[in-house]
């Protein structure tokens, strides 16, 4: 190796420190919100903290309306539960949508601007500054509509962006910090994926490659560079788990090790490191898997339950 010389002398006033890099933020739990464990609609709350997911979740404040079939996506410190359906006729659907504030979770959830329109059985994916609602239904009619909330003026009735290649419900959605995905669904069962762009997100989401079989009922957690499509409805109640690599979305999504069991009507949330899928039917079950993406050909393994036996909830993950 050359060696090297510095002439004329080097000279340094004052103190000198080195401090490392700031560290990532990272999720460290999960909030599954409503449900329908029988006829009636849930406004429960389950907690799950990642470090001590052995244990049961823990109940917090709830939902500000009984409601099952809605979706949900947050960021480090909010989680925004959206539409889905309480029950009692057509004035049962809803476009409400609730903010669950991480700190002070054990309150009642605050009631911020409606979807654009109220349905139910959509899907819901964000970033750290907006949320995108897709598809979903009511009355027999399935919906190609995306809504848009932004966390910062969350106040306002959600934005119309460009909407999905196709009307449909019972879809799962999983994204990262610049797109989401948007996977499956019905009717008719499809195994296609839509992937929303979020800074030209007023053009119709572009089809990337598929799920690899027609699947709906199905939940969807991801991290930065790839997404988990699990379980469902394929002809059959499903254990299936499919996972997108974002960087080749045109390809068929990969199989991946199964969930403990098969179920379908449940919900998903994660960090960057595991997502962790609860409740379903059938039962319903208040079973909670989870799927360490680095071993994802594996089993998923079942962790503490959720508080009550639910289905057709929502989730997001944020910092507790």
């Given amino acids: 190796m050359s060696g090297f010389t510095i002439t004329g002398g080097v000279s340094f006033s004052g103190a000198v420190s080195m401090t490392n890099a700031p560290a990532v933020p990272e999720n460290t739990a999960a909030w599954f919100g409503g449900g329908q464990p029988g006829p009636a609609a849930l406004s429960t709350v389950n907690r799950i903290t990642f470090a ?24 480090f ?31 009642t959830a605050s009631v ?59 879809l799962a959605a999983a994204g990262n910090s610049t797109d989401a995905w948007f996977g499956g669904g019905t009717f008719p069962v499809t195994s296609t ?15 990337r490659g598929p799920l690899n079989a027609d699947v709906q009922l199905l939940a969807a957690a991801g991290n930065s560079t790839d997404g988990w499509f699990v379980g469902g409805q394929r002809g059959v109640t499903s254990s299936t788990v499919d996972r997108i690599t974002y960087a080749t979305d045109t390809a068929t999504a990969s199989t991946r090790g199964p969930l403990s069991v098969g179920r379908f009507f449940l919900s998903a949330a994660g960090d960057s490191t595991n997502g962790w899928f609860g409740g379903g039917s059938p039962g319903p079950f208040s079973t909670v898997d989870r799927i360490t993406y680095a071993t994802d050909t594996a089993t998923a393994s079942t962790r503490g339950p959720l508080s009550l036996a639910t289905l057709q909830l929502a989730a997001a993950a944020g910092i507790q």
Avoid: E, H, K
Avoid at 83 to 99: I, M, N
Avoid at 139 to 144: E, L, M, R, T, V
């Fill in 77 to 107: 410190t909010y989680a925004w539960f959206g539409g889905g359906y309480a029950g009692g006729g057509p004035g049962g659907r809803l476009s409400t949508v609730d903010r669950i504030t991480y700190a002070t979770d054990t309150a």
């Fill in 193 to 207: 994926v839509n992937r929303i762009t979020y800074a030209t997100d007023t053009d119709t989401a572009s089809v």
């Fill in 112 to 170: 911020r601007g409606p979807l654009s329109t109220g349905r139910l059985g959509l899907a819901a994916a964000g970033n750290s500054t907006d949320a995108w609602f897709g598809g979903g239904y009511f009355q027999g009619s399935n919906y190609s509509i995306v809504d848009r909330i932004t966390y910062a003026t969350d106040t306002d009735t959600a934005s119309v962006r460009g909407p999905l290649s196709s009307n449909r419900r019972m």
């Fill in 52 to 75: 001590t997911d052995t244990a049961t979740a823990s109940v917090r404040g709830p939902l500000s309306q009984a409601r099952y079939m809605l979706a949900a996506a947050g960021n």
